[in-house]
């Protein structure tokens, strides 16, 4: 491929999640919803949790979680560099169910300063994108390991 077309790699700590070259990049941005295409202007932005959606240069499309990070856009190239993302079938629906009991429950709890009360709501967003993305694909495993 050569430079005119859109190249996409989103690196976690344990992995290259996705390197290759792609149509569009849409993602929740923390000012709103952001699609990337071919000579987008220099940027960079930070991501929030939601569900990404990579197409790619057959037109097929993709979607995955996306659970924050540093995106760089940058000569038709796009690095996201995020603490984890899950395909549909990575998802654990059990884990993600327990983690957003906890979370809520937390969240209702009488008994929290305001650090307990942010971390229970990061917990709890990110249970529920888990949740939204798994929902929405058939055939989902529930033993994965996240």
Same mark, same amino acid.
């Given at each position: 491929?050569?430079?005119?077309?859109?190249?996409?790699?989103? !690196?976690t700590p344990t992995r290259t999640f996705f390197?290759?070259?792609?149509?569009?990049?849409?993602?929740?941005?923390?000012?709103?919803?952001?699609?990337?295409? +071919?000579?987008?202007?220099?940027?960079?932005?930070?991501?929030?949790?939601?569900?990404?959606?990579?197409?790619?240069?057959?037109?097929?499309?993709?979607? !995955?979680?996306?659970?924050?990070?540093?995106?760089?856009?940058?000569?038709?190239?796009?690095?996201?560099?995020?603490?984890?993302?899950?395909?549909?079938?990575?998802?654990?629906?059990?884990?993600?169910?327990? !983690?957003? +009991?906890?979370?809520?429950?937390?969240?209702?709890s009488s008994k929290y300063n305001r650090q307990?009360?942010?971390?229970?709501?990061?917990k709890l967003k990110k249970a529920l994108v +888990?949740?939204?993305?798994?929902?929405?694909?058939?055939?989902?495993? +529930?033993?994965?390991?996240?």
């Amino acid at each position: 491929m050569n430079d005119e077309n859109l190249h996409l790699e989103i !690196a976690t700590p344990t992995r290259t999640f996705f390197k290759d070259y792609v149509e569009k990049f849409t993602f929740r941005a923390t000012g709103g919803e952001m699609t990337v295409l +071919r000579n987008h202007v220099p940027t960079m932005t930070l991501a929030d949790i939601g569900i990404m959606h990579i197409t790619d240069l057959e037109g097929v499309k993709k979607e !995955a979680t996306l659970f924050g990070g540093s995106v760089l856009i940058e000569n038709n190239k796009i690095l996201v560099v995020t603490d984890d993302a899950l395909w549909p079938e990575e998802v654990d629906i059990q884990r993600a169910e327990e !983690a957003k +009991r906890r979370a809520e429950e937390k969240l209702h709890s009488s008994k929290y300063n305001r650090q307990e009360f942010v971390h229970a709501e990061h917990k709890l967003k990110k249970a529920l994108v +888990r949740i939204d993305l798994a929902n929405t694909y058939e055939g989902i495993s +529930r033993h994965k390991k996240y």
